[in-house]
């Protein structure tokens, strides 16, 4: 084990499935010299040169089109959106076209690419720099979404998602760049798919994914030391959604809530809140509970923008909440 | 608006074809017939209510198809549009699969799924036909990406038309391969239409080849209408791409034989202006230069009996089953 | 009162709009001359003129772009994206300009218009032609959402969307362009935000939208015939949300279900269905069903293109299930 | 990379300022001085983390804003981007207004929501800087349709760079502007690269004004460190505007006097190049032209008063309310 930074796990896993399969090839803006805005990128392009680190002109939708072009040739492309914001410009390439070729060729194309991007709030980059549009592709059959929380995570899920031979929505958090977790020295690879308990609980089960794991893990900490025990399910993969493990977790404390840092309308919440009520509604104490982001763009000065998205204590009122 | 057909303009002969082997002259001519034969019998079964959805067909622009495909390999790729199936059969189909599909049926290259306007074939490497106009434009470019990145000698043509000239895809598209030098020909169609509005309407500028140089890539006109002119220039393309010398933009000016769809009347086309585009009508272009009444006649009659045995095919095959389809449904 | 076509209902709201204000104009890709695909627009270019029913090239990012400009410059103008699976292409500009203009602006600015497109399933056009992609705007802040069932609702509404200050995504069904039904000969507006209860009943709620409205009205006629009184409440518009009415009818019946074309997973019933627990718990007698387009592109065979969307049947067997 | 200034390549003459009368000429260089001074201020600002986000200074640039706005009459538009100081102080911004909103104050022009990516003006018909690249290039296009409607003979100028010359939008919003002939000056300021990428990795033709003909639309080149030949361009560009004789597309040669953005040291950027562009620095230039020392001070003191106030107002203004904000949220 060795503690490395979520952007050199991020790094790993590229340069591990580079040196792995030829096949495998990095496009975006500035991540070659440059090594890209989060320097995830960085000494890739030194190791595997111009051909299999491409710099792209600001054409997001016409690169990223490109990417199931040379998924559809057999290759295993990873593309770049610097921000999901921007991803609002490469939306036909993924709904129209990667999420749906399989389906529409009757299974004899598949499109193996992965889209890296990243979302959230909290540096100051205001409504168009710190959007949550994970709902977005949650709703598009054809599309796996992964939004890992840990270093542990994201060189793991990252490794599976270029392995995985269908359009994979790789999103990561811009606060989660520096953190840093241990991770195995040998290689390693998390199926996508498989939710992970980040920490036990009996009374209560927190459902939540990326950045917003780190915050629900200090919730539980704080209300741990009050002697209420919660069960931290961190999602990892959206879709496949890992019903089993929300399931059973569900099912043993009898109460659930979900959190995340999208808007609460609309949000992915809604939607695995409604299922635990159709699959779950026996085993339930009380309704389950949203702690979300609030429906509003998010704004530049700090102070308003921390009001936007669910902190520890909103996180912690929730549950208490529910008991 | 008059589109003056492209004999007026061009200088070139196109009554002789020195240089190409006759069984490519005969190759063009098969999927030229083939297609027209095709899209008519389309028609007809859309009209029996065998075939659903949008048909559009390819009637007039034949020589496009059957051309720029004459100068492929079967490992090349090509990407299409909505107004497909011209590049499907010049790729190779197999009319049955193809009729299949068309018709919805099990059978067809894509289980019925796909349907004309989502064709594809992995085994021909045609890429597919898109419902997006423009959607099959940075598709193509990509597949010029995974070659280059494969380091193999194969190229790629990506179909479409003048309405999908004027979409950013294009232009970003160009560029991109452009920089990257990518093994891709751009073959803009230009049928002078996108549905109803003509091209004069869409542009300020209607050189639509003039854009390839703006973006760094060699842009040229060819007689759509002629598939000796667009084989030759496609094969010089082909072959430049080849060498690693990147992408063309290769505009060939042809016109539709009918409207937008096969439930468009096109009456805002002017009938005179059609007429003078069906006097050129690329079938008859290339019975004309290949002369030989035998050979030609042997052609349709396989041509026919290949259809003939592509609608029984399509009408004896199963629908997809429902069971099946929702069984592979994953919550 | 007369009867006409949800398509005519439609130009009639333009027609008024366009002789009331001047500063309202309209976009689209052969909506001139053509009067559009679904013959929405036929004639008002003659009466307009081409300066205010502009024909427009393929370059739907850039003309949703140029109504969000024209918009911000003191016009109203109605976009038409023929089928809103090309609404994919203007996404940048519907989400990160047109949603956010008035919030980034400090409420300088306001951006009054409207984005009429069309979804649904039917016509066998295949899996780029059939999407209902409603949930991916209703998830973002700053957008009105409408997607009116009737021609009486189509008119009242679009009248009203145009007259909003406020974004508005309006969503027709292909289905329904050919429905006819009785409007008022006297000009009317519907607000926004309303639904409307198109059938009272005391057994059960169905709320729904759009041309899943008509089959639950079919559903309901079924189930009255064995003795079942099902409330079928039409939100009309989906943001904002008429919270009040669907409440209402719940706390009354005891059980919802949400009715949707859309795909399940991510649809806007999950959300609806979690704001249901969140507020009306107690008043609830089981869990909320949703009934829904199955998680799946839509394919091009009629046959399989039916088992994707929710028949009469489907609702019917849902509400029996809740009972 | 090497990217001569604009004054290698140009021949007509810089020293001299004939027909432009000295109002306009001490209100460039009022603009070019206080962009400057501005960005300096905010650069310090941001190290005092008074300021936060991204800071993308305009310094080297200030030149085509001050010229081109010279162009405009107060009811003009202007759509900007993330590097949009300089348009907005050209625009005739309120200094305090705008150091308030980059600070993130209630006071600030969008009341600390926008910051400066966002930061817009309804007042100046100011329709905001983008945080998306290319992103108010439609809008600037639609701002122009909106005029046509309205039947004024307002104009809009769309400032963007090299960048975003490169996404679709662009060809397609030129394309638009070209077919309804609408009032819109497509301001391309080429400064040599977006963030590190140099314009020639970018596209394989890096003639950018050549896109606009390829379009429909003219395309000119001006040297864009002189913002008297910026001046003089726009003004004819807007006059034909203004006349209804459609858009035009400038391209304004310049250069970024550091990184990209405030955290940015711009290392693979050619220090000799970047001397040889310093050497022609649009304020220096200004300066030498105007020649009267004694007005050249008075302006100077005058900004460096408005800018302390405007530090000034911006430090003692109250952060927005979060319950205020907050109410404001519907659910
Ligand atoms: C992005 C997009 N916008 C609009 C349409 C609707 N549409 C289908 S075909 C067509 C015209 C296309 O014109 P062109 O590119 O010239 O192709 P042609 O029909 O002439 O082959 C349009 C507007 C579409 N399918 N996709
Ligand atoms: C659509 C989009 N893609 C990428 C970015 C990230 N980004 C911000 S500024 C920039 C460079 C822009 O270059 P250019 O258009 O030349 O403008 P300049 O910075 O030179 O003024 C990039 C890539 C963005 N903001 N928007
Ligand atoms: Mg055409
Ligand atoms: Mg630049």
Redesign the pocket.
Known sequence: MTDIMYREALRRALDEEMQRDPLVFIMGETIAERGGSYKVTEGLVKKYGPRRVVDTPIAEASFTGMAVGAALVGCRPVVEILFIDFAMLVM?QIVNQAAKYEFISGGQGKVPMVLRTQGGAGNGLAAQHSQSLEALFYHIPGLKVVMPATPHDACGLLKAAIRDDDPVIFIEHKLLYMTQGPIPDDEYVIPLGKADIKKPGRDATIITYSYMTLKCLEAAAALESEGISVEVVDLRTLTPLDKETILASVRRTGRAMVVHEACKRGGVGGDIAAMLMEEAYDDLDGPVVRVAGKNTPVPYNVRIEQACVPSVEDIVEGVLRML | MAHPPAADRSSRPTEASPGIPEPILLGMYRNIYATRRFELRCIELYRQGMIRG?L?P?LG?EAVAAGACAALRPQDYIAS???GHGHCISKGADLRLMMAEITGKATGYCKGRGGSMHISSKQLNHLGA??????GIPIATGAGMGIKVQQTDQVVIAF????????GVFAESLNLAGIYQLPVIYLL???????S?P?ECATGCCDLAGRGPAYGVPGICVDGNDAREVYRETLQAVARARRGEGPTLIEASTY?HGG??VNDPGLYMNPETLAAWKDRDPLVLMRRALGDEAKIRAIEEQVEAELEAAVTFAAESPEPSVAEFLAGIQD
């Open positions: 036909d | 949008y559009h390819y622009e549009t909505h107004r898109n419902g997006i106009v423009g959607g479409f038309s003048d309405g999908a000239s004027n979409n169609e230009n049928n002078h239409y996108a549905v509005t091209i539709r937008h769809h």
